[in-house]
Structures are given as structure tokens and as C-alpha cells.
Nanobody, 122 residues
Framework: QVQLVESGGGLVQAGDSLRISCAFS????????MAWFRQGPGRAREFVAA????????WYGNSVKGRFTISRDNAKNLAYLQMNSLKVEDTAIYYC???????????????WGQGTQVTVSS
């Protein structure tokens, strides 16, 4: 079955950059739109970014627009989230997800990773 595994999270300082990755296996990666969601302490799950199967179109949540970039490498079965100018409020568990089409709604995604913790300190 399809599996998604995030990696690359860690502890960084405000203003730093970090790239996290999502490895896909068990299916045809290029058939799945990919997305990133996050859930911070005491907060609801929040849409971060999404990318179409081809990687030609991307969407971002308002809180990360202009700072984060989602990308994918279909040859490597990898999706990425490049996070720049990190803020303390970006602290969250970041989850990658795969689905039939790109969406900002978490219910539209069929497969989820286990999450990777990103902690931003001041």
C-alpha cells in the first residue's frame, strides 16, 4: 500500500531555513497530488501547501505564502517543503499527504505520513 514518510524536521532559530522531505512508496507517485499540512501545539490542523501531480501548479496557505515552497521530484518519488524565514509560530508537526487532486481540504487526501516535528525557537 501507499506509504508516505516525512523527514528533515528539527530545531531551528527564527529566521532560519529548513527543507523537509516526503518519501512516497507503494504506488505510482506521479498519479498523486501532494500536500503539506501542519498542526501546532493547541492549534487545529492547517493547510500549508499543495502541488499538482505534474508539479506545474502550487497553492499555499496564507500564513506561509511567500516564505515556503512546495516542490516534487517524480523521478525520485519525493515531495519537499522548503521553509524560509521561519517564525516561532511555524512550530508544528508537519504532515505530507497524497490524494487524487490538489486541495486545501485535508479530507480530500487518502494517504498521510507520520509527521515530522519542526520547532522554531526565538
Amino acid at each position: 500500500q501507499v506509504q508516505l514518510v516525512e523527514s528533515g524536521g528539527g530545531l531551528v532559530q527564527a529566521g532560519d531555513s529548513l527543507r523537509i522531505s516526503c518519501a512516497f512508496s507503494g504506488g505510482t507517485f506521479s498519479n498523486y497530488a501532494m500536500a503539506w499540512f501542519r498542526q501546532g501545539p493547541g492549534r487545529a490542523r492547517e493547510f500549508v501547501a499543495a502541488i499538482r501531480t505534474s508539479g506545474t501548479n502550487t497553492w499555499y496557505g496564507n500564513s506561509v505564502k511567500g516564505r515556503f515552497t512546495i516542490s516534487r521530484d517524480n523521478a525520485k518519488n519525493l515531495a519537499y517543503l522548503q521553509m524560509n524565514s521561519l517564525k516561532v509560530e511555524d512550530t508544528a508537526i508537519y504532515y505530507c499527504a497524497g490524494g487524487r487532486a490538489a486541495s486545501y481540504l485535508h479530507d480530500e487526501y487518502d494517504y498521510w505520513g507520520q509527521g515530522t516535528q519542526v520547532t522554531v525557537s526565538s
